[in-house]
């Protein structure tokens, strides 16, 4: 069989543990064999990073912008026991956080929906889509203990030296204040990143905020969004026969409960930490989680939601088995072989990724899973299969639906 040609190169970030040994295994096992890959490759596990003062990641996020198409392994963050382990220069920063800095992203994190594996909340039938937006408010807090009885107030101090003030409040006693903050620009680059994310998927896009009662804060982004929509998106969201719906967050909230699922839901950056751990708890496993950060001129990196796996690793470094597993990171993979086609005009490329997609999910259905999925799955007969025979059976799967 001739394998499937590419035109542009795939930004490959390679990255640690348990998910570096994963990732070898998809491309030998699932993507080689079939396509004949270009990527340009950086290395982002830690020692590389430390090795080049963590270069490589900057380089690689610029690369991303060049080609517009990136997947990445899962890599370290390090912490205090990582500066140990891996005799580290620095305490280097989050990758992701570098990346998505330097993309000025927003994060869509989606369920990979399986028979098999019931969502907990009955009426989802469809993945509902979380979008965070990953800048300022709570995040970026300035906080102050109130000592005791005082005046708080507000000011803004232009460049022209002219000042603004507001009243927080007239405290009698002790108590406690915040500051936050956001950007007309994050919040126009976040709105614009849902928009083209809910173009691209054919979704629609639900966006909540308290705008009843922050009428300044939140309502900014209320307008932001809506301004936007009729300015730009309105006659791009009606030809593509999808709708654009805002609402007050609780009403949101109440609202998903009861839907059905298939589309998108914007939240602030507070709204989207909570609410997205909760819809992922409720959709089943931070393994069957993608991710991928969309940046406002439509580069996409795809990549699972999950970690580095760091207790499998170790029970691998000892010669154990492992049961660890490989969806997510396959879907990332497929993410960015169906953009890259997508983007390419070559059709064969994104078909694949679809097929990938599909042997994927119908191993699991057929019964056979990693342990993660075997101890939440509503099948019967099923076979726990470690980490190297689950990649062998979705082979199998694979060779089979290709020669359908
Ligand atoms: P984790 O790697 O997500 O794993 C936490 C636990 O979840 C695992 O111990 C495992 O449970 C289960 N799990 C997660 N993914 C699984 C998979 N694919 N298959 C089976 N089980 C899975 O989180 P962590 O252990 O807190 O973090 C490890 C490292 O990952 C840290 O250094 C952190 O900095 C990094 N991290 C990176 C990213 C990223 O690059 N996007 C995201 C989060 C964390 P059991 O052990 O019970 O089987
Ligand atoms: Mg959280």
């Not at 088995?321 to 497929?334: M, R």
Request: charged share 30%; proline share 3%; hydrophobic share 40%.
């Amino acid at each position: 069989m001739r394998k499937i040609q590419m035109a542009t190169p795939i930004v490959e970030m390679d990255g640690d543990e348990m998910t570096r040994i994963l990732w070898k295994m998809i491309k030998d096992e699932l993507i080689l064999p079939f396509i004949d890959l270009k990527t340009e490759y950086y290395d982002l596990g830690l020692e590389h990073r430390n090795e080049t003062d963590d270069k490589v990641t900057f380089d690689s996020a610029e690369a991303a912008k060049k080609y517009g198409v990136a997947v990445k392994c899962a890599t370290i963050t390090p912490n205090a026991a990582r500066m140990d382990e891996y005799h580290l220069k620095e305490m280097w920063k989050s990758p992701n956080g570098t990346i998505r800095a330097a993309l000025d992203g927003t994060v869509f994190r989606t369920p990979i929906i399986v028979k098999g594996i019931e969502p907990v909340v009955k009426c989802w039938k469809k993945p509902i889509t979380l979008a965070r937006h990953a800048y300022g408010d709570v995040y970026k807090n300035t906080e102050l203990r109130v000592p005791g009885a005082g005046k708080a107030e507000l000011v803004f101090t232009a460049e022209d030296g002219t000042e603004t003030r507001e009243l927080i409040h007239s405290f009698d006693g002790a108590g406690i204040l915040q500051g936050i903050h956001n950007t007309d620009r994050s919040i126009t680059s976040f709105a614009h990143a849902c928009f083209q994310y809910a173009l691209s998927t054919k979704q629609d896009l639900w966006f909540a905020t308290k705008d009843t009662i922050s009428k300044k804060y939140d309502h900014r982004f209320k307008d932001v969004f809506a301004e936007l929509y009729e300015k730009e998106y309105r006659e791009k969201f009606e030809r593509a026969g999808i709708t654009y719906f805002y609402t007050l967050i609780d009403d949101a909230v109440a609202r998903v409960m009861k839907a059905e699922g298939g589309f998108i839901w914007a939240c602030k950056n507070y709204d989207g930490d909570v609410m997205s751990d909760m819809v992922s708890s409720a959709f089943g496993s931070l393994a069957m989680m993608t991710s991928v950060l969309v940046s406002p001129d439509g580069v996409y990196e795809y990549e699972a939601a999950h970690g580095t796996v760091q207790r499998h690793y170790y029970k691998h470094l000892k010669g154990e088995e492992t049961s660890t597993n490989p969806v997510a990171t396959i879907f990332a993979w497929t993410g960015a072989l169906k953009k890259r086609g997508e983007l390419d005009q070559i059709p064969e490329l994104a078909d694949f990724a679809a097929q990938l997609e599909k042997a994927t999910l119908s191993t699991i259905e057929s019964g056979k899973m990693t342990k993660d999925l075997a101890l939440i799955t509503s099948l019967e007969n099923v076979t726990v299969l470690n980490t190297e025979s689950f990649m062998k059976a979705v082979r199998e799967t694979l060779d089979k639906v290709l020669d359908e």
